[in-house]
């Protein structure tokens, strides 16, 4: 199993990004999925998660702007962030708990990807 975050980008303040988590391999079905970021010299900090359900919860620094959603067709869970701030600017990461064809559960972290927000 692979985790693959994607769409990272620079974008201006107060614009709007979305990153996607996706899941491949022998995955069976997606369940928790949380969002993290880390940004230069600074602890990973929590984000966003996601149930299997689809109950949500956010960092107190992103409610309100941010969304978090999945689509179980594709194993893939979405970060939509809107009114970007400058201290957004971060590498953020997705971590999923996943059931697996074979192997029973894995869980672990996609490889992060970049956003920043600048004018």
């Known amino acids: 199993v692979q985790l693959q975050a994607s769409g990272g980008g620079l974008v201006q303040p107060g614009g709007s990004l979305s990153v996607s988590c996706a899941a491949f391999g022998s995955v069976f079905r997606v369940n928790a999925v949380n969002w993290y970021r880390q940004a230069p010299g600074q602890q990973r900090e929590f984000v966003a998660s996601i149930t299997g359900g689809g109950s949500t919860h956010y960092a107190d620094s992103v409610e309100g702007r941010f969304t978090i959603s999945r689509d179980n067709t594709k194993n893939a869970v979405y970060l939509q962030m809107n009114s970007l701030k400058p201290e957004d600017t971060a590498v953020y990461y997705c971590?999923?708990?996943?059931?697996?064809?074979?192997?029973?559960?894995?869980?672990?972290w996609g490889q992060g990807t970049l956003v920043t927000v600048s004018s």
């Open positions: 971590n999923a708990v996943i059931n697996t064809h074979s192997s029973g559960i894995w869980s672990g």
